[in-house]
């Protein structure tokens, strides 16, 4: 079992632990496998206790919970990595193997008392997550636990029910019949989950699985209901484990069109699913482990990835990577930086700096007098002055009402279009990041036969996104809001990047990256202290700074500059690392460590240049993680 952040980074593409296919592909791949046993069944159910277990020992703040390594982290800023701590991955048990067994399950059965009485609350469906779920519990019964389950079904997996109640689970709920023939209705089951909020304990989330599709039904609704009243993750008395996804999200797609239970962590089999990569549901699944249970993954193209921090380190390294004796200015990559406006000057001093703390070796600016005074003074190194550069970025602080400057920004980003016709998808120029004030400018340009190829990065925050797709799309059909681009960001990606040709970045608290003929890459945006004015103009130049130091790598003949699409793949693999970088930036300027699943806890605010000044230690991070041995 291991976690999302503490996975082998060989061959990430297509590790089913850091990929997701869609839920049908995933069923058809397993079938011939699991037909006639229910051998798997068990080990999801042992894997499912196993992080119980380790969610009560934790809670209980007893000897032996996860301590984090030490690393080199500056004291100036926090005394604790964003990181937090990491866990380490062990094996499934065996099916056959008692959970109070060798090696971490014995470990943690053996507690001083802990396990005894402790409040487990199993919500149980009629499918395959509902009988992992009542296996589950009935093991934690049979370790001490005080275990009740209450049924949105009239049809629980008979088995795997009687088990569970062989070991002491109380059944509740959804017409069950026990052995007096006593009916016990919904209004048992509220009542239930009443007695478990007095105190509180662990919920396991079995109500639906990979086979569901849409909104809870309203039984299941009703019982998550006094559990979701009871407050947020991390601000209630109780804790949530789903089992494979948490209830009611869009298993593909990450949609969520009904109420969801949030929980703390997800333990899902083989490999992630959708909406463990795309939000909105990204956001209510906390920190995700992959268990790996012996089953085959789909072997077509995942719908979507999300690199490990380690792999994220390796792509930085390659994009950015340490100067050696023979570098120089060139060899590192330089930045062409059109940013800011007299109404707009402050972004350009964000964008260089974050161009310049990324590792840039040379940053020139292209803007007017006032705004390159105002650099010079933040960055004395900008040179303001045209010559060559091996990656632009576009659109920082340009104000659509200044004509002058959006036509300086028009000119330069028309020089980097394609002519229609050519071939779009073997990118020959200069890599370029389109933010901001570019991106309002680009539909006029697309509509005039000129086209981007995957070497342009357009970076819309969902408004930007929204806005852009209004231009594109037929004026009979808009059907794009920017209510509607939250609610479906990885298809509005997509969309955009259909429509465009580009590399598409989509801003948010998960970051996604859609690139033509490539799954969707998703990565954690870092801590909310960063949705500030500015955090983007820092992202920008991070982006440009990587991008350059990628185009060369590139200009060395380095070996994934071959062909179109280990180049495209490369960007990709940069972009996604600029991300992460910002991200950690941030939870080290906000003092907020970040778990796992991306989320960030407590800390202070913020303002954008405390982020371009925590890069360095942010690139320590990920360097840590990337030399870090994960077995």
């Not at 478990?196 to 019982?223: E, K, Q, S």
């Not at 990628?550 to 600029?578: C, H, I, K, N, Y």
Request: hydrophobic share 45%; proline share 9%; net charge negative.
């Amino acid at each position: 079992m291991s976690d999302l952040n503490d996975l082998p980074r060989s061959h990430d593409v297509t590790d089913p632990t850091t990929c997701a296919w869609p839920a049908q592909e995933i069923a058809a791949a397993e079938a011939p496998v699991t037909a006639g046993t229910d051998r798997y069944m068990r080990a999801a159910a042992h894997a499912v206790a196993r992080a119980a277990l380790r969610e009560l020992r934790q809670r209980a703040g007893t000897a032996g919970a996860a301590v984090a390594p030490a690393r080199p982290v500056p004291a100036p800023l926090t005394s604790m990595s964003p990181m937090g701590a990491a866990a380490t991955p062990a094996s499934p048990l065996s099916p056959a193997t008692p959970l109070g067994g060798a090696g971490e399950a014995a470990e943690t059965q053996t507690g001083p008392g802990w396990i005894s009485g402790a409040p487990v609350l199993l919500l149980v469906g009629g499918g395959h997550n509902g009988a992992d779920t009542l296996l589950a519990g009935g093991l934690l019964a049979h370790s001490g636990c005080a275990v009740c389950a209450v049924l949105a079904t009239e049809h629980p997996h008979p088995v795997a029910l009687e088990e569970a109640r062989s070991h002491g689970v109380t059944i509740h709920g959804a017409g069950y019949r026990s052995d007096d023939a006593t009916g016990q209705d919904a209004a048992e089951a509220i009542a239930a989950i009443d007695a478990f909020l007095v105190h509180g304990g662990l919920v396991l989330d079995g109500l639906t699985g990979i086979g569901a599709t849409g909104a809870l039904r309203p039984d299941a609704a009703a019982l998550i209901a006094p559990l979701i009243a009871a407050g947020e993750p991390g601000r209630r008395p109780l804790r949530v484990i789903a089992v494979d996804l948490p209830s009611g999200t869009g298993v593909d797609d990450g949609t969520v069109s009904g109420p969801v239970l949030a929980a703390d962590r997800t333990v899902t089999f083989t490999c992630l699913k959708g909406c463990q990569c795309l939000p909105p549901a990204r956001h209510l699944c906390g920190v995700v482990e992959v268990v790996p249970l012996g089953l085959p993954a789909p072997t077509s193209r995942p719908l979507a990835r999300r690199p490990v921090d380690g792999a994220l380190g390796d792509y930085l390294t390659r994009a950015v990577g340490e100067p050696g004796p023979d570098d120089h200015k060139y060899t590192r990559g330089v930045v062409g930086l059109w940013a800011g406006s007299e109404s707009y000057p402050g972004a350009a001093v964000l964008a260089a700096s974050g161009a310049v703390r990324a590792g840039a070796g040379m940053v020139r600016l292209s803007a007017p007098r006032r705004v390159e005074d105002l650099v010079l003074a933040a960055r004395p190194e900008v040179v303001p002055a045209a010559g060559r550069v091996q990656a632009l970025v576009l659109g920082p602080g340009i104000d659509p009402a200044d004509p002058a400057r959006t036509d300086e920004v028009r000119a330069v980003l028309t020089s980097t279009l394609a002519p229609s016709g050519k071939d779009r998808q073997c990118p020959t120029r200069v890599p370029t990041v389109v933010d901001a004030g570019a991106l309002s400018i680009l539909p006029e340009l697309l509509y005039e036969d000129l086209g981007c190829t995957p070497l342009h990065v357009l970076t819309p925050h969902a408004g930007e996104a929204a806005a852009l797709l209004i231009a594109l799309e037929d004026k009979e059909t808009r059907r794009w809001s920017r209510e509607r681009v939250e609610a479906h960001p990885g298809l509005a990606a997509r969309e955009i990047c259909r429509r465009t040709d580009a590399t598409v970045l989509l801003k948010g608290a998960t970051t996604l990256i859609a690139a033509p003929q490539r799954p969707l890459v998703s990565v954690d945006g870092g801590p909310g202290w960063m949705a500030s004015a500015g955090s983007g103009d820092v992202l920008a130049g991070i982006l440009g700074a990587v991008l350059a130091g990628a185009a060369a790598r590139w200009e060395q003949g380095a070996p994934d500059a071959s062909g179109p699409a280990p180049v495209l793949d490369t960007l990709v693999d940069s972009v996604a690392a600029g991300v992460r970088l910002h991200a950690l930036a941030g939870a080290y300027a906000a003092a907020s460590p970040q778990g796992a699943g991306g989320a960030g806890t407590g800390g202070h605010p913020i303002a954008a240049l405390d982020i371009a000044a925590a890069l360095g230690p942010a690139r320590l991070e990920l360097n840590w993680l990337q030399a870090v041995p994960h077995a």
